[in-house]
């Protein structure tokens, strides 16, 4: 027992850790299974102690025990294999020789978690013949015809527990320590409209059941169907691994299954692309102000044309939403420099919002806000053609990928003198590409130690203290994205925030907006699913601003809500000007 924060707050993640730590590292194609039972505090530890012993002589060696001690309430988890008869056997002796325990210290086989399958044949052992009655005359008077549920609670049979047992077959190595929890789900931005990660990993273990006892025709329809549902419409936005027990990044095997499947003409094409990186998002600005000085019917009927004819996962769908063409990014020396600037490309491809005070978008606004605060910062030679890598990644292009990340990472560790300086970048989705090229190359020995930085944390601590906010804001809508929430930094997003408008609001809903770089282009129908509760809510009532903290989200919610959004660093230069 202890009183000291630091000591608390260490025992409690060791303590939380325990599930994630032994679930995550279980064997593949084992079952996590998670118990929860109660007795009478005073036998709590004799039954922990018996329960030690049972793990032992059952031979389940890496059982952990945890729950809450004061209220007699224990769980525990085992790792089993459902699909090897001694293992099944082996359950069946553990669970009747638990069974026996926590009944004889005057427990109870459930205590917070509810009673299911599993426990459902003891539920006549612990409650007795007449309560068990009364039971069966209630099931029998609100469900004549047994459809609710039959079995899950009343159960007759006593061997129940071991039928329809669902087995883990080793699939990937990125999800196969996936427990099913579902916990996954309600931050998964497709969930409305297709599947959720939890629903992606399920399907991808029936394919591989489906195959193992020779089901080809039920493989070959899973298959063609996951395409659409398990991989196209994926945000790969990683917002999985926020709420992921053992940290499973679903968009891992997205974009694995992605590149297994890559068109090889389209991976050159995307690695030609790489080498001449300027053109191309010059040429994609340029083509987004053209389309944009025409009516607007005229652009999205060529694209659909194009999409019937080339496919929707080639040919992005043209949006009235969208803006004209940004500014070629061009380098700025500065001999004082505190840090580098990496400008985002989506900054050259899309232009700044159209709204008054827009200026040049972000990347001037961050750099107004640096002049004034006196902070130097210098974009590095070369910035035309770089890239954070995501575009990419996350289709699956891996030869274009390499190609980026070794002149990228050679670039910025030339420009910030040997990683002495941290990279600026003004885009979220940017920002967490440019530390996953980073991770994925290995942390090698010619560029160790870069830092990358998102802008609104670098403005926060070093930029805000040294300006004066004159002209505040009434209300501010907020749209956090997901690199931020991964990045953590939605706290100096909302500082910044706070530091212009009296009043900042987050629906309550609040998710991914699943525009996903292209994606909201390519499959518009995903953005719209995913934002359409937080627009409903934002809906509600006027904002005097609309902001985030990365380009395409602020189109995709713009789209959503009928409402411009901007970053929300053009909203603090206006205010300090």
């Known amino acids: 027992m202890t009183s000291a924060a630091k000591d608390r707050a260490a025992m409690w993640h060791l303590r939380k850790g325990l599930y994630t730590t032994v679930a995550g590292a279980r064997p593949s194609g084992t079952n996590a299974l998670l118990e929860d039972i109660v007795v009478p505090v005073p036998s709590l530890a004799s039954t922990c102690g018996e329960l030690s012993r049972l793990f032992t002589e059952h031979r389940y060696r890496d059982s952990v025990i945890f729950g809450h001690a004061k209220d007699g309430n224990v769980h525990f988890m085992l790792n089993e294999r459902f699909d090897d008869p001694a293992e099944l056997a082996r359950y069946q002796a553990f669970t009747e020789d638990m069974v026996d325990l926590v009944l004889g210290n005057g427990g109870s086989l459930k205590a917070e978690h509810g009673t299911g399958r599993i426990m459902a044949a003891f539920v006549r052992r612990q409650y007795g013949d007449e309560l068990y009655a009364v039971m069966r005359e209630l099931k029998a008077l609100i469900d004549p015809p047994n459809l609710l549920n039959p079995g899950v609670l009343i159960n007759d049979d006593p061997l129940s527990y071991i039928a329809d047992l669902k087995v883990a077959p080793t699939v990937e190595a990125e999800v196969d320590r996936c427990v099913e ?339 909201g282009l390519l499959h518009p129908e995903l953005t719209e699913s995913a934002t359409d509760s937080q627009a409903a809510e934002i809906n509600e009532r006027e904002f005097a601003a609309y902001a985030s903290v990365n380009r395409t989200c602020e189109i995709g919610m713009s789209k959503a809500t009928g409402h411009t959004y901007r970053h929300v660093l053009e909203y603090l230069a206006e205010a300090t000007r």
């Open 181 to 519: 929890c579902g916990y996954c789900e309600p931050v998964c931005p497709s969930k409305d409209l297709t599947t959720t990660p939890r629903q992606r990993i399920v399907l991808r273990r029936e394919i591989a059941a489906a195959e193992a006892r020779g089901d080809t025709a039920l493989a070959k329809e899973l298959r063609r169907d996951y395409d659409y549902d398990g991989v196209q419409t994926c945000a790969a936005d990683g917002m999985c691994v926020t709420a992921c027990p053992v940290l499973i990044n679903t968009g891992d095997l997205v974009r694995r299954l992605r590149q297994e499947n890559a068109n090889p003409v389209a991976d050159l094409g995307w690695k030609s692309a790489a080498g001449h990186w300027s053109t191309v998002t010059v040429a994609g600005g340029m083509a987004l102000s053209l389309a944009k000085a025409m009516p607007p019917l005229l652009p999205k009927a060529a694209t659909a044309v194009a999409r019937a004819v080339a496919g929707s996962e080639t040919v992005p769908a043209y949006e009235t939403v969208l803006p004209a063409g940004g500014s070629k990014r061009k380098p700025l020396e500065s001999p004082a420099a505190v840090a580098v600037y990496f400008p985002a490309c989506i900054g050259t491809m899309f232009g700044p919002a159209e709204a008054d005070g827009a200026g040049g978008g972000v990347s001037a606004a961050f750099l107004e806000l640096c002049g004034r605060a006196g902070v130097d910062v210098r974009i590095p030679a070369g910035i035309g053609d770089l890239c954070c890598g995501t575009p990419w990644k996350s289709k699956g292009f891996a030869k274009g990928y390499s190609v980026m990340t070794e002149r990228v990472l050679a670039n910025l560790w030339e420009a910030t003198g040997g990683g002495a300086l941290p990279v600026v970048c003004d885009a979220a989705s940017c920002t967490e590409g440019l530390d996953t090229m980073k991770r994925l190359a290995g942390e090698s020995p010619e560029y160790p130690g870069l830092m990358f930085v998102d802008s609104v944390e670098f403005v926060r601590d070093t930029v805000l203290p040294q300006l004066e906010v004159t002209r505040r804001l009434p209300s501010m809508a907020l749209h956090p994205t997901c690199s931020s929430t991964q990045l953590g930094a939605n706290e100096a997003l909302h500082a910044l925030a706070d530091a212009v408008a009296d009043d900042v609001f987050v629906p309550p809903s609040w998710g991914c907006c699943a525009f996903a770089g292209d994606r």
